[in-house]
């Protein structure tokens, strides 16, 4: 279904999500959502008002007296309780993966996908009967596996899957491969992100917002962080800062914005970015984004800028990666790449009928290339060959998918709102997990946007999905936020959903009230994730154990007034993070010119470290 154009950049998209636009050629630096421009209250607000009905019980914990559970009804392989609902590209019917939960607070959805008990609990008078009685020594048998249940399960009901004896992948993200644990088939080799001796951290330095002139809004997207350098874009230009000390290391002019920048490196910390070639001005406020440019992190220096014609004209990009030594391209003209030294290696063909609309980058380089007319679109998802970009495996997607996200290269995964169904604009309605050496479907996770939290953009930059990692052969989702135990807390959990039979693990990572926890990256076998804190505290990086799931605190920032202002913000949704060995950063992607008249000082980044 079409849509609006997206608004202009001053103010996040509707409902903080990333629409299509009509079918036309993608305006230079479209769609990155801005920070919110207010901190959440110093304060806790005044709750919801109660609901006008009981609520239904539900997110998944035990349900004791108050409703009995029915047994699944889903087909193998999702395997959860609950309605049928028919099976999308003329699958099966599969249940859906939440049950209706307790009604929200603060506006949000149920953000729950847990399995119920499979085992059918005493019907109470009054309530729909289960058939036959209990006897009591089956009563027993049952209240005595619930006790065990709520004992390892921490109070949840959880349904395991096994890994089928299947070798687990590594993520893109995430570095080498770790060993085996018996517990939900994840792996408990680690990474190595160590807790330190005292998480407690300090503000290490604050870069000021840049001014920007002409009332306009200045895309400054792109942060990198290595072994001795934090990196960030400016208003045309890139900075590299002491990633202790925060002095100004070296300095990368551009002639123009950047448009959009690549979140991989080489393995020599080479880097590539699109820009303008020129400053925007009120007559001209978009020169397009037809520059490439590597970038030498280590040096500070720009090593080559590049551009693509198609007949006379310049095109204008959309999205850029890097895999191994190749940086890639792809506008909706077609995509280019070349190799890291400067040599192109293909570019637009104007006989193709279909083109390279973007790619993914990081262990492989994978193509979304997009066939036919809009609204009669078929994506073909294709592993190439970095190099000579020969295709190696090709995965279609059903007619009429419009847009799709490359969430990892290896193992492959790829997000994609099918008919608009996400409902919350976050571009997520399902995730295929794709055998990148055949090109077949592995499995097919539905992830509903009223129970999920992870977005995606999928429309011009085909890489840009957040609040979510990819690692051990598994996908870890945040889901949304909901009450809390707390009078006025809300909270989340991460939960992990197995790539090779399509099932959550069961494994779950909470929060703690007044906490929302989202996924950063991989670290070997762990998860990295960040936890944003209530009002009255600093925010958190936690590793999470990929077998276990126990979670370590690696940092905690400063809970004083002026700190969580600038940490709140830079939220996960709108914002860049970075963490590594110690040290958080937190950026944003838009500078823009304050039209406020208050006099609070705005941050372009914010760097924490602990001792």
Not at 58 to 78: I, L, S, T
Not at 86 to 115: E, F, H, I, S
Not at 247 to 264: F, K, M, N, Y
Request: hydrophobic residues 25%.
């Amino acid at each position: 279904m079409t849509q609006p154009p997206p608004p202009p950049p001053q103010q996040p998209p509707p409902g903080g999500g990333f629409g299509p636009p009509q079918d036309q050629p993608p305006q230079p630096g479209y769609g990155y959502p801005q920070a919110p421009q207010s901190p959440p209250p110093a304060a806790p607000q005044t709750p919801p008002p109660p609901p006008a009905q009981q609520p239904q019980p539900g997110y998944g914990y035990p349900q004791g007296a108050e409703q009995a559970p029915q047994p699944p009804q889903a087909p193998p392989g999702y395997g959860y309780p609950g309605q049928q609902q028919p099976g999308p590209y003329g699958q099966p019917p599969q249940a859906p993966y939440g049950q209706p939960g307790q009604q929200p607070g603060y506006g949000q959805q149920p953000g729950y996908a847990y399995p119920q008990p499979t085992m059918p609990l005493q019907p109470q008078p009054g309530q729909p009967g289960g058939g036959r009685k209990f006897n009591a020594q089956l009563a027993i048998i049952v209240a005595a596996v619930v006790a065990i249940a709520l004992i390892v399960g921490g109070g949840v009901w959880y349904s395991t899957s096994k890994d089928d004896g299947k070798k687990d992948d590594t993520a893109s993200s995430g570095g080498g491969t770790g060993g085996t644990d018996d517990n939900n088939g994840g792996t408990s080799s680690g990474g190595k992100e160590k807790a330190p001796a005292d998480p407690s951290a300090k503000v290490l330095f604050q870069v000021p917002m840049p001014e920007v002139k002409n009332d306009s809004t200045v895309v400054v997207s792109g942060s990198w962080l290595t072994d001795k350098t934090y990196a960030k874009s400016g208003v045309a230009e890139i900075v590299g800062y002491d990633r202790d000390k925060g002095g100004e290391q070296w300095t990368i002019p551009l002639d123009g914005p950047v448009c959009q920048a690549s979140r991989h490196v080489t393995d020599d910390n080479k880097t590539a970015i699109l820009y303008q070639p020129a400053m925007p001005t009120k007559a001209d406020p978009s020169h397009g984004c037809s520059q490439i440019a590597v970038i030498d992190l280590d040096a500070g220096k720009r090593l080559w800028t590049k551009t693509v014609k198609t007949g006379d004209q310049l095109i204008n990009f959309d999205n850029v990666t890097i895999s191994g030594d190749t940086v890639a391209v792809g506008s909706s003209s077609g995509g280019a790449a070349f190799d890291v030294s400067g040599k192109l290696l293909w570019s637009p063909k104007p006989a193709d009928s279909c083109y390279d609309a973007g790619y993914g980058g990081g262990e492989k380089l994978v193509a979304v290339r997009k066939c036919g007319t809009y609204e009669q679109r078929q994506l073909h998802i294709q592993t190439i060959d970095p190099k000579s970009g020969k295709v190696i495996s090709e995965y279609k997607m059903s007619q009429g998918i419009e847009y799709a996200s490359i969430v990892s290269t290896e193992p492959l995964v790829v997000a994609a709102d099918v008919g608009d169904s996400a409902g919350d604009g976050s571009g997520i309605s399902d995730f295929f997990s794709i055998d990148n050496k055949t090109g077949e479907l592995r499995r097919r996770i539905s992830a509903p946007g009223e129970q999920f939290a992870a977005r995606c953009e999928g429309v011009t930059r085909i890489e840009s999905c957040n609040m979510l990692a990819v690692g051990n052969d598994r996908l870890y989702l945040p889901t949304e936020e909901h009450d809390g135990s707390g009078e006025y807390s809300d909270t989340n959990e991460i939960v992990a959903f197995d790539l090779a039979t399509g099932k959550q693990t069961g494994q779950r990572a909470d929060a703690g009230d007044g906490y929302t926890i989202s996924p950063l990256r991989m670290d070997g076998g762990n998860l990295i994730a960040y936890k944003r804190p209530p009002y009255d505290k600093g925010g958190q990086i936690v590793s999470i154990d990929g077998g276990s799931f126990k979670q370590t605190k690696l940092l905690e920032n400063p809970a004083t007034d002026t700190v969580r202002d600038v940490e709140a913000a830079m939220s996960p949704e709108y914002s860049e993070l970075l963490y590594g060995d110690g040290h958080l950063f937190m950026s944003k992607v838009y500078a823009s010119k304050r039209t406020s008249s208050t006099s609070e000082k705005e941050y372009l980044a914010i760097g924490f470290g602990t001792s």
